[in-house]
């Protein structure tokens, strides 16, 4: 998904949807609703837009768009201390998207050929296994004594 038809989702898909969101950020819903659609040439998304937008909505898929689409991937950097279950939590999602990982490697194979559309779907399995073992990394460093 690239950063436009992100910030679509998630301009409508907020709570309240673009009407609520809009009033929060200072726009008319009309305004909004252009600024959100991929295919406007007069309203356009700014940076200020999609930076207002996750922070009020705490949906973060316009930043995970962006980076994807320029080879890299984010990860939040000041988790909070975590305790054992948080880790626990952690460990086994990661084992989970592993999972889910290898499955699209497994159906991309299984015919004898890997066509485009299979390498973006590992692609994207392989960036979510990505996010989730720095979240685990960030949880562990967080509990790490200091000194």
């Known amino acids: ?7 679509y989702k998630t301009v409508h898909n907020s709570p309240g949807g673009c ?3 809009a009033v929060r950020m ?8 252009n600024k959100a659609n991929p295919n406007s040439t007069t309203n356009v998304l700014t940076m200020d ?7 009020l909505t705490e949906n973060y898929e316009v930043l995970h768009a962006l980076a994807r689409e320029h080879g890299f991937i984010c990860t939040k950097v000041d ?16 084992w989970e998207k592993l999972g889910a990982f ?3 490697i497994h159906q991309a194979l299984a015919d004898g050929k890997v066509d485009a559309h299979e390498v973006e779907k590992i ?7 990505f996010q989730l073992g720095m979240q685990l ?11």
């Open 1 to 7: 998904m690239n950063y436009k038809d992100a910030f």
């Open 19 to 21: 009407e609520a969101l």
């Open 26 to 33: 200072g726009y008319t819903a009309g305004l909004l609703r």
């Open 49 to 55: 837009d999609a930076s207002r937008a996750m922070e």
């Open 79 to 94: 988790e909070q201390p975590a305790g054992d279950m948080a880790v626990l939590e952690s460990v086994t999602g990661l």
């Open 102 to 104: 290898g499955g699209e």
């Open 123 to 129: 692609d994207k399995a392989l960036f979510v296994v």
């Open 137 to 147: 990394r960030a949880r562990i460093n967080g509990m790490a004594e200091k000194g």
